[in-house]
C-alpha cells in the first residue's frame, strides 16, 4: 500500500529532527531525500547563514520559495523543509497539495537543546536563544498545523521509533484517504 504513497513533506521548527527523521524515512520507503537547505546550498553555491548575512530573510525566503515549488513537483521524495518554509502561504499550498506532509512538532526545550551548539542556524545567532524560538514557535505552530496532514509529536523516543510511528500513521492515513475517495466516488454515482 505504501507504493501508492506520494511525497512526503516533513515541516516543523529547527531543532524537531526533519532531517534525521527525513533521511531515515525515506530509506524505509526506498525514496530519495531532500533537504530543502542543502538543496538552496547546492542551487547558490553558498551556505545559508552567507544567503541571510547578504541577502537577508527576504532574500532567503524568495531563493527557499523557487525551492519548494521545484521540489514538490517531484514524484515520490521525502523532503525535509526549512522551519520557516511555512511563512510564505504559496508553500502552505505547494507543500499541503502536492504530498502529505507530517508536521513534527517540538517543544521549545527541545529545541534549545538540539541548536544550543549549532552556529550555522542565523536565526540565533542572538543574545536570547531561547525568547527567539519561543516566539517563532508561537508564530509557526498555526503554520504548521494549517499545512500538516498528519502531526508527529517529537523529542521524546528515538527516531528509529518514531519513523516506525510515522509509517503506521501513513499508512492509516492512506487507508482513510483511500476510503474517503470510494465513498465520494460512491455518492457521485448517486
Request: proline fraction near 5%; glycine fraction near 6%; avoid cysteine.
Amino acid at each position: 500500500m505504501l507504493e501508492e504513497l506520494p511525497s512526503v513533506f516533513i515541516v516543523g521548527p529547527m531543532g524537531a529532527g526533519k532531517t534525521t527523521i527525513g533521511r531515515l524515512l525515506a530509506k524505509q520507503l526506498g525514496r530519495e531525500f531532500v533537504d530543502s537547505d542543502w538543496y538552496i546550498e547546492s542551487q547558490t553555491g553558498a551556505d545559508i547563514a552567507w544567503i541571510f548575512a547578504k541577502e537577508g530573510e527576504a532574500g532567503f525566503r524568495a531563493r527557499e520559495n523557487k525551492a519548494i515549488d521545484e521540489l514538490t513537483q517531484k514524484p515520490q521524495i521525502v523532503l525535509a523543509t526549512g522551519g520557516g518554509a511555512v511563512l510564505r502561504s504559496d508553500n502552505r499550498e505547494f507543500l499541503h497539495e502536492r504530498g502529505i506532509v507530517v508536521y513534527l512538532n517540538a517543544p521549545v526545550d527541545v529545541q534549545m537543546a538540539r541548536t544550543a551548539k549549532d552556529k550555522s542556524r542565523p536565526l540565533l545567532q542572538q543574545p536570547n536563544p531561547r525568547q527567539i524560538l519561543q516566539n517563532l514557535y508561537q508564530i509557526r505552530d498555526p503554520l504548521y498545523r494549517q499545512v500538516a496532514h498528519i502531526i508527529l509529536p517529537t523529542g521524546h523516543t528515538y527516531p528509529r521509533h518514531m519513523v516506525n510511528q510515522l509509517m503506521q500513521q501513513l499508512e492509516l492515513f492512506l487507508s482513510a484517504s483511500t476510503e474517503t475517495t470510494v465513498e465520494t466516488a460512491a455518492e457521485d454515482n448517486k
